[in-house]
């Protein structure tokens, strides 16, 4: 059986602490998703020297490499947050129940010897 030896107040400037790191993720995946465009939009084209440029613009291997990065990381940045969300919570449930764990022990114990004694206990001590 593993001990437990929690400190709440310091688990909750952990979570603080956490979640205020956490709350950032949105700018940076504005900053990631700005980044890889702004990469494929100067990573250069393919388009023959003299040829016209298609309308809407022309992208080259790198541009279309960028892209799929893209896509094929974007359900790994929408994982992070709610990874991050649901581990938060449940490192705050847990504690939680550690704190009400030990409330709920000291009553127990609390109530078990503040009865008045049996009358086995006022016998004494068996010799």
Request: aromatic share 8%; charged share 25%; net charge negative.
């Amino acid at each position: 059986m593993s001990k437990w030896d929690i400190r709440p107040g310091g688990v909750q400037g952990v979570l603080n602490n956490t979640a205020e790191a956490a709350s950032k993720f949105e700018e940076e995946f504005k900053a990631y998703s700005e980044g890889l465009v702004h990469s494929a939009t100067h990573a250069g084209t393919m388009i023959l020297g003299g040829t016209a440029q298609p309308e809407g613009g022309a992208f080259g291997p790198v541009a279309q490499a960028l892209q799929e990065f893209q896509e094929h990381t974007s359900d790994d940045l929408k994982f992070l947050p709610v990874r991050t969300g649901k581990s938060i919570t449940g490192a705050r449930l847990a504690t939680e129940a550690y704190v009400h764990g030990d409330l709920e022990m000291a009553k127990n114990k609390q109530e078990e010897y503040s009865k008045a004694p049996t009358p086995e206990e006022m016998k004494g001590p068996k010799k």
